[in-house]
């Protein structure tokens, strides 16, 4: 890794149940991953959704903050549905 990276501990996953590019199973093995190198993952299926899903947004922002530590304007909150 380049000294100037920084790795990031989160990984975020999201695949939807009607995903016909990406295999379950590809999904299931990043976070396995992810979560054998210690990161904070958060693993889940959109159901009778396609590939690129993105239903909660909101959500992503807030776990983003969380994991980043970004206390900026609004950070943490919850998005409504």
């Not at 990984?11 to 976070?31: E, F, K, M």
């Not at 969380?66 to 919850?78: D, E, I, N, P």
Request: proline share 2%.
């Amino acid at each position: 890794m380049h000294p100037r990276c920084i790795r990031r501990s989160g990984t975020w996953i999201r695949l939807g149940t009607n995903d016909s590019d990406t295999s379950h199973t590809v999904s299931a093995n990043l976070a396995a991953a992810a979560d054998g190198r210690g990161d904070d993952v958060s693993h889940l299926s959109y159901w009778d959704e396609g590939h690129g899903a993105n239903s909660n947004p909101g959500d992503f922002i807030a776990w983003d903050a969380k994991v980043s530590g970004y206390q900026g304007k609004g950070a943490g909150r919850r998005a409504t549905r």
